[in-house]
T-cell receptor, first 115, second 113 residues
Framework: GNSVTQMEGPVTLSEEAFLTINCTYT??????LFWYVQYPGEGLQLLLK?????DKGSNKGFEATYRKETTSFHLEKGSVQVSDSAVYFC??????????????FGKGTHLIIQP | DVKVTQSSRYLVKRTGEKVFLECVQD?????MFWYRQDPGLGLRLIYF???????EKGDIPEGYSVSREKKERFSLILESASTNQTSMYLC????????????FGPGTRLTVT
């Protein structure tokens, strides 16, 4: 079955530090990959996605590149802010076309940015 | 903006009670999902539905059932609540053939005592 492995936190960084959160996956076929973010007291929201190998998803200064050869989708940001403090989830979907299926999530990484 | 709303943010129930968690979306999405979120385990899919009256089991359906009588509403039912069902429950919806973006509700934190 599908699975997603991501580094567990909490990860604590100082403001303006460089961020990497590692994510690797196991799936049959060619899944789509996602990063979701959950800010304190809020629901999950999509941060970025990539639907095929070598695609780069980006949003709000965050980036992740779909690496099929290493089955990875690491999240990076060059300079984090206190407002980036949240829980980050890596996820995949092997849904094809118009089908329906849930996402497979990693366990989540709690990121804490200190001023 | 897509809105996914859940009937309660916090709920406390006793062991053995029948519990209903309600979810409503306003974007005419065909697909709706129920996940539970636990520390150290991430999100796990309980059930999903791709059409009215249609349902599919997810990864952890035991102890749960669902109902989808109308397109916009998807209910999660705990027939006889147990303490190991204490968790955060998240509802989501999306449309097939689109960008696979799932829209999530704010969650219901259920405590079973």
């Amino acid at each position: 079955g599908n699975s997603v492995t991501q580094m567990e936190g909490p990860v604590t960084l100082s403001e303006e530090a460089f961020l990497t959160i590692n994510c690797t996956y196991t799936a049959t076929g060619y899944p789509s990959l996602f990063w979701y973010v959950q800010y304190p007291g809020e629901g999950l929201q999509l941060l970025l996605k990539a639907t095929k190998a070598d695609d780069k998803g980006s949003n709000k200064g965050f980036e992740a590149t779909y690496r099929k050869e290493t089955t990875s989708f690491h999240l990076e940001k060059g300079s984090v802010q206190v407002s980036d403090s949240a829980v980050y989830f890596c996820a995949l979907s092997d849904r094809v076309g118009g089908g329906a299926d849930g996402l497979t999530f990693g366990k989540g990484t709690h990121l804490i940015i200190q001023p | 903006d897509v809105k996914v709303t859940q009937s309660s943010r916090y709920l406390v129930k006793r062991t053995g009670e029948k519990v209903f968690l309600e979810c409503v979306q306003d974007m005419d999405h065909e697909n709706m999902f129920w996940y539970r979120q636990d520390p150290g385990l991430g999100l796990r899919l309980i059930y999903f539905s791709y059409d009215v009256k249609m349902k599919e089991k997810g990864d952890i359906p035991e102890g749960y059932s669902v109902s989808r009588e109308k397109k916009e509403r998807f209910s999660l039912i705990l027939e006889s609540a147990s303490t190991n069902q204490t968790s955060m429950y998240l509802c989501a919806s999306d449309a097939p053939g689109r960008s696979w973006k799932q829209y999530f509700g704010p969650g219901t934190r259920l405590t079973v005592t």
